[in-house]
């Protein structure tokens, strides 16, 4: 049992793409060797946060701030109360960058569901880092959560739920998120599910004219239609026609623009 | 001891001070402008086909290429390169709107991609050019 308990992490060790080795070509600063030692991804690495750390850091030193900061945010997806410590400026920047990114989509909760057949499940105001959302939602009274896509339309994520009956009272949920980075998080669980209100449907707006104690009664129109009547449509009709055509003349395909492309390159002094 | 040393400095996050040496990175096939004879330079929108928002570090980690169905490619442009003309290229008729994206590929004489570099967050709005910088580093 004791050796069985000594031999499975050297073995696991032995699998991993040596991070030791990148920490060796990073101290030497090798950058690119080491990113390419570290692979494309981190993805199955037995130590993630590790991982993604090393990456952050090679991307920084390697000048690639996008890719340091999307490594930080996988690495804060999977080890959320990680820190830095001392770090240099820049480094720290990227990772507080990184670390709001991460905090915005850990805050994201549903917006209140109008009860009806079909609920609309949303996300709104998602961040623009927000790549992708599942929705896992329980109607109150149900037993299971349904697993809802969110899809963004504008500024929401929205999808769409057929819940059958359900008891009155909040539901519960959690989110599955995936952030432009590439990073993978949840926000609450199965087991520790979030609330989200559900309102009864808003009744029917009061229509402007039915004003207390006013009748409309319906009468039977008379022969034929007043001079005025016809000009009224008339008039109407001129207008709707100028305004189609005004339209039309205005929604052309707009004029397009040109971009002036700079070229720096890495070894310029 | 000195290798334990570092090794403990940079668990503690304190390896980083080796950034400041970016610069004293020496590529001894040369220097990659010398290399380029051509530029590949594409436009691109920042929605995808399948809803996920297209960044730079997706193509810069050649897991989507500008040819790539996927992506909404508004304009592209290949000119030859020399110093100092080449380095810059004015990119016309591109659909006017936010949050466009600049890939630039080097390409060497014989169509080798050399490098590459990309910008993100481009606005163009009509009948008006933006000025951008690429920065293009080795593949």
């Known amino acids: ?269 | 001891m000195k290798r334990l040393v570092c090794l403990a400095l940079l668990s503690a996050h304190c390896g980083e001070p080796l950034a400041a040496n970016l610069s004293a990175v020496v590529h001894i096939d040369g220097l990659l402008k010398d290399e380029v004879a051509a530029l590949a330079l594409y436009v691109m929108g920042p929605e995808r086909d399948d809803e996920v928002l297209l960044t730079c570090p997706t193509l810069l980690r050649g897991e989507l290429t500008p040819g790539d169905d996927r992506v909404d490619l508004l304009a592209e442009a290949r000119v030859s390169f020399s110093e100092p003309e080449g380095r810059s290229t004015v990119i016309e008729h591109v659909a006017a709107g936010a949050n466009r994206l600049v890939y630039v590929e080097a390409l060497a004489a014989g169509e080798l991609v050399l490098g590459h570099g990309c910008t993100e967050g481009i606005e163009v709005n009509e009948g008006a050019t933006t000025e951008v910088t690429v920065d293009v580093f080795r593949k």
Not at chain 1, 10 to 24: G, I, M, N, Y
Not at chain 1, 37 to 64: P, S, V
Not at chain 1, 252 to 260: H, K, L, N, Q, V
Request: overall charge negative; proline content about 8%.
């Open chain 1, 1 to 269: 049992m004791f050796a069985l308990a000594v031999w499975v992490p050297a073995l696991l060790a032995a699998a991993e793409p040596s991070l030791d080795q990148v920490e060796r070509l990073y101290e030497k600063a090798r950058y690119e060797e080491a990113l390419q030692r570290l692979g494309a991804t981190c993805r199955g690495a037995a130590d993630l946060g590790k991982c993604e750390r090393m990456r952050a850091f090679i991307e920084t030193a390697l000048g690639h701030e996008d890719e340091a900061r999307a490594a930080f945010e996988r690495m804060l997806a999977s080890e959320p109360e990680v820190g830095l410590g001392a770090v240099a400026p820049k480094v720290q920047a990227l990772f507080l960058a990184a670390t709001q990114n991460v905090q915005q989509a850990r805050g994201l909760a549903l917006a209140p569901i109008e009860a009806s057949e079909g609920w609309v499940v949303q996300l709104v105001a998602a961040p623009a880092g927000l790549a992708g959302a599942v929705a896992h939602v329980r109607p109150a009274g149900h037993a299971q959560f349904q697993r809802v896509e969110l899809l963004r339309e504008g500024d929401a994520f929205t999808g769409r739920l057929a819940v059958g009956e359900v008891e009155a009272g909040p539901a519960r949920y959690f989110l599955e998120l995936r952030l432009v980075s590439g990073a993978e998080l949840y926000v609450g669980s199965s087991k520790a599910p979030r609330e989200v209100e559900v309102r009864p449907p808003a009744p029917p707006t009061p229509s402007p004219f039915a004003l207390p104690g006013l009748k409309v009664e319906e009468t039977q129109p008379r022969e034929g239609m007043p001079a005025w009547a016809v000009w009224s449509i008339a008039g109407g009709a001129a207008l709707v026609v100028a305004g189609i055509v005004t339209f039309v003349a205005l929604s052309g395909e707009p004029e397009p623009g040109a971009i002036r492309v700079n070229i720096r390159f890495e070894d310029d002094p």
